[in-house]
């Protein structure tokens, strides 16, 4: 086990449903990620959290909403999503230029 | 931005043969290079990194070489083996200087087969 565990594995949502994901690392480290992994782009970072900060938002719909409540925790609340949005979306955390840890990822379909 | 360019996208060689796999990158500021193998329906893992003040890094049948000046980074696989089989992703990877979180940007990755 890497230590970042994220739930659920696979999710099925209406274009009009909300759902979140979770992400959880037990490896202290200070930052977390989310990454979208498509076809279309193999690792595209979303969005960067410092210690319960959001220190980066790389262009993303609003339609995604991040959440960390603490340095351990890191959610994506997603409404009103697009069919293009389906997709593996993978967490990850590190501390400060080092290794990043992934998740196994949510397998997202958009219906 | 930074932006990561990886070439081949695709890669097939002989079981014992040699792979390399280039990635360039455009921000100067960025100074710190991993690279992760993810195999199919796995997460991507890191198989070896290299920082700015060194130009070469060597684990067993892996190597990173890098070039600073021309923003360009290798990974070289020697005597292949068909567990080598994977996808390859490079990184380039700099803090941000008020958080103690980095901005990691990977390349499209490598499609390796390994032929037996």
Not at chain 1, 31 to 52: C, D, G, H, N, T
Not at chain 2, 78 to 107: M, N
């Amino acid at each position: 086990e890497t230590g970042v565990t994220q739930t659920p594995r696979h999710l099925v949502m209406g274009m009009t449903n909300k759902k979140s994901l979770k992400c959880e690392q037990h490896l202290g480290h200070n930052a977390m990620y989310w990454y979208k992994q498509s076809a279309k782009k193999p690792l595209e970072l979303m969005f960067v959290y410092s210690l319960e900060e959001r220190v980066e938002n790389n262009s993303v719909p609003s339609r995604f909403s991040p959440e960390c409540p603490n340095s351990s925790h890191l959610f994506l609340h997603l409404h009103t999503l697009q069919p293009e949005d389906s997709a593996l979306y993978l967490c990850a955390s590190s501390q400060q230029n080092t290794e990043a840890f992934f998740g196994q990822g949510t397998r997202l379909t958009v219906v | 931005g930074e932006n990561v360019e990886q070439h081949p996208s695709t890669l097939s060689v002989q079981e014992g043969d040699s792979a390399v796999i280039k990635c360039t990158y455009s921000d100067s500021a960025s100074n710190y290079f991993p690279w992760y193998k993810q195999e199919l329906g796995k997460r991507p893992q890191l198989i070896i990194d290299i920082r700015s003040n060194v130009g070469e890094k060597k684990d067993q049948r892996i190597a990173v070489t890098l070039n600073k000046t021309a923003k360009h980074f290798s990974l070289h696989i020697t005597e292949t083996q068909p567990e080598d089989s994977a996808v390859y992703f490079c990184a380039a990877s700099q803090a941000f200087s008020y958080s103690s979180a980095s901005k990691i940007i990977f390349g499209s990755g490598t499609r390796l087969s390994i032929r037996p």
